[in-house]
């Protein structure tokens, strides 16, 4: 079946993008309100609850303009079969399996275990080299949230 070429840019695109705007809009306005109470609270941090949000919603403002604007190629979207669905239900699982063990694990443990399953699965790598970059991400994360943003993080049974 082939499709009639189109002109300018499409209604998906901007439909993308005004939702990529709005919810950028949300998130500001949730980093204006965080950033009002830690001001309130803790005078003086230089960053808070509100950094995250407020990162988020420009990152949100910058691509629904980019995809408001941009001429973006046109994609044939097919559902997907084979090992590529069988990665995409596998990193499913895992997520949700973080979920389940995140409270019993900590945020660390859990966050190697599942970073690990998903380099794995998604991504196909080796054990070796999905193990070094689950150890990693998690130790980038971890200094991200609990030493840069202080974060506190579940803790689990192995208390880290």
């Avoid at 590529?84 to 945020?107: D, F, S």
């Amino acid at each position: 079946m082939s499709e009639a070429p189109t002109r300018g840019r499409s209604t998906d695109a901007k439909v993308v993008g005004g939702a990529l705007v709005l919810l950028g809009v949300f998130a500001l306005a949730e980093a204006r309100r965080l950033h009002a109470l830690r001001t309130q609270m803790v005078a003086g941090a230089v960053v808070g609850d509100d950094t995250f949000p407020m990162i988020v919603g420009l990152a949100l403002l910058l691509l629904g303009a980019t995809a408001l604007v941009a001429r973006l190629p046109s994609v044939k979207v097919t559902f997907p079969e084979g090992i590529p669905r069988a990665r995409m239900l596998w990193g499913m699982g895992i997520l949700v399996a973080y979920w389940i063990v995140m409270p019993h694990l900590g945020y660390t443990g859990g966050t190697a275990l599942v970073s690990t399953g998903l380099y794995r699965t998604l991504g196909g790598y080796r054990w070796p080299v999905s193990v070094l970059q689950g150890a990693i991400s998690t130790g980038l994360l971890y200094l991200f949230f609990r030493v840069w943003l202080l974060e506190p993080l579940p803790t689990g049974w192995l208390g880290f």
